[in-house]
């Protein structure tokens, strides 16, 4: 398996653009996950999905923020319109619920820079 | 919400020497779960301990769960350079899936 794929791998952009980013879950996994790290704010976990519905979004920041999750192999995070406070690096990580527990795999993380 | 703190938030070691870094919540967890992050790395899952004063071993490093289900350690013995990097802890809520994660330790290891 690929692991979790996640795109752009780096995305430089300018104050007041929209900015999207991309996630393909591990096949088989029926929650995908957003977060987002920075050096203030440690991981922090933006909103979550199950069988491709969202289940919690209380760590959105705003609503410019906004994640969808069109069918099991995809989800999308946008910032729209961006702002230099939003430069971190954001995963997307994907889980399943098994004997193991709730190990999630994170994705490479697209790390954001809004200039 | 849940927080979960990790101190300390630095350790820099001498290579060979052990490090430990400890984890506490102020509720308690159904089970506690650890991650390394290599620097610019994504988190990697090591460990989930789910059992009171459960004791759990990879090789060189112990994860311990507290009698009382709110703290949790992870040892490392004889640290080498392949260590480095941030370890977290991550603890359950507001949903079996969802964790909240800890702050996090950065280990340096200084050859």
């Known amino acids: ?115 | 919400g849940q927080q979960v703190m990790q101190i300390p938030q630095y350790q820099h070691v001498q290579e060979g020497e052990d490090f430990t870094t400890y984890c506490n919540s102020s509720t308690t967890l159904s089970n506690i779960q650890w991650y390394k992050q290599r620097p610019g790395g994504h988190p990697v899952f090591l460990i989930q301990l789910v059992k009171s004063g459960e004791v759990k071993k990879q090789k060189r490093l112990t994860f311990q769960f507290g009698e009382a289900k709110k703290n949790s350690s992870l040892h490392i013995t004889a640290t080498q350079t392949t260590d480095v990097g941030t370890y977290f802890c991550a603890a359950p809520w507001g949903g079996y899936q969802k964790v909240t994660f800890g702050t996090g330790t950065k280990l340096q290891v200084i050859p």
């Open chain 1, 1 to 115: 398996d690929a692991g979790v794929i996640q795109s752009p791998r780096h995305e430089v952009t300018e104050m007041g653009q929209e900015v999207t980013l991309r996630c393909k879950p591990i096949s088989g996994h029926d929650y995908l996950f957003w977060y987002r790290q920075t050096m203030m704010r440690g991981l922090e976990l933006l909103i979550y999905f199950n069988n491709n519905v969202p289940i919690d979004d209380s760590g959105m920041p705003e609503d410019r923020f906004s994640a969808k999750m069109p069918n099991a192999s995809f989800s999308t995070l946008k910032i729209q319109p961006s702002e230099p406070r939003d430069s971190a690096v954001y995963f997307c990580a994907s889980s399943w619920l098994s004997g193991r527990g709730n190990e999630q795999f994170f994705g490479p993380g697209t790390r954001l820079t809004v200039l």
